[in-house]
T-cell receptor, first 112, second 114 residues
Framework: AQSVTQLGSHVSVSEGALVLLRCNYS??????LFWYVQYPNQGLQLLLKYTSAATLVKGINGFEAEFKKSETSFHLTKPSAHMSDAAEYFC??????????FGKGTRLSVIA | EPEVTQTPSHQVTQMGQEVILRCVPISNHLYFYWYRQILGQKVEFLVS????????KSEIFDDQFSVERPDGSNFTLKIRSTKLEDSAMYFC????????????FGSGTQLSVL
């Protein structure tokens, strides 16, 4: 069975600093991996996805994530945080078009 | 951009009462889902629905839960007799092809059972 672990329920960075949100997964088959973002009072919005093409995936708003099979990781990064990036971020795995399995989420705060 | 709409955004109910959470999926989508997130826990899959029947459900989705697409536009989740542990954020989602790559989520309904 697949699972997702997001390290750190809350991450705080200064504006302009690097954002790094960690996600490790467990899957018995090659996975599809997703990052979703939830802004206050809004739905889950797809940020980016890995579907077995390029291991470095670029998403919206300057975010990117790298699939590392050897580390079973799919960490989300952004070189320079902006105040508008403050949100809840969810990593999710799909192994063979099964229902998505989500992590617990990481709340990102950006300090001016 | 089309979006999945959920109403109400917040619902407060007494334990033992029935609640219906409503969702309007994107109009040409064929696959519909409910997920939920208990505070501080993971977003969990509840049920998927296609062609007017449940295609998959999780262990959470017991006899207290039911789903319906009553009129071709709405997709509802009913909890017959709510328990305290049903308090959670409930997300509706829809897709055209039934793949997770093209899944659109609503903004959620926060259900509080007192």
């Amino acid at each position: 069975a697949q699972s997702v672990t997001q390290l750190g329920s809350h991450v705080s960075v200064s504006e302009g600093a690097l954002v790094l949100l960690r996600c490790n997964y467990s899957s018995s088959v090659p996975p599809y991996l997703f990052w979703y973002v939830q802004y206050p009072n809004q739905g889950l919005q797809l940020l980016l996805k890995y579907t077995s093409a390029a291991t470095l995936v670029k998403g919206i708003n300057g975010f990117e994530a790298e699939f590392k099979k050897s580390e079973t990781s799919f960490h989300l990064t952004k070189p320079s945080a902006h105040m508008s990036d403050a949100a809840e971020y969810f990593c999710a795995v799909d192994s063979g078009n099964t229902p998505l399995v989500f992590g617990k989420g990481t709340r990102l705060s950006v300090i001016a | 951009e089309p979006e999945v709409t959920q109403t109400p955004s917040h619902q407060v109910t007494q334990m033992g009462q029935e609640v219906i959470l409503r969702c309007v999926p994107i109009s040409n989508h064929l696959y519909f889902y409910w997920y939920r997130q208990i505070l501080g826990q993971k977003v969990e899959f509840l049920v998927s629905f296609y062609n007017n029947e449940i295609s998959e459900k999780s262990e959470i989705f017991d006899d207290q839960f039911s789903v319906e697409r009553p009129d071709g536009s709405n997709f509802t989740l009913k909890i017959r007799s709510t328990k305290l542990e049903d308090s959670a954020m409930y997300f509706c989602a829809s897709s055209y092809r039934g793949t997770n790559e093209k899944l659109f989520f609503g903004s959620g309904t926060q259900l509080s059972v007192l």
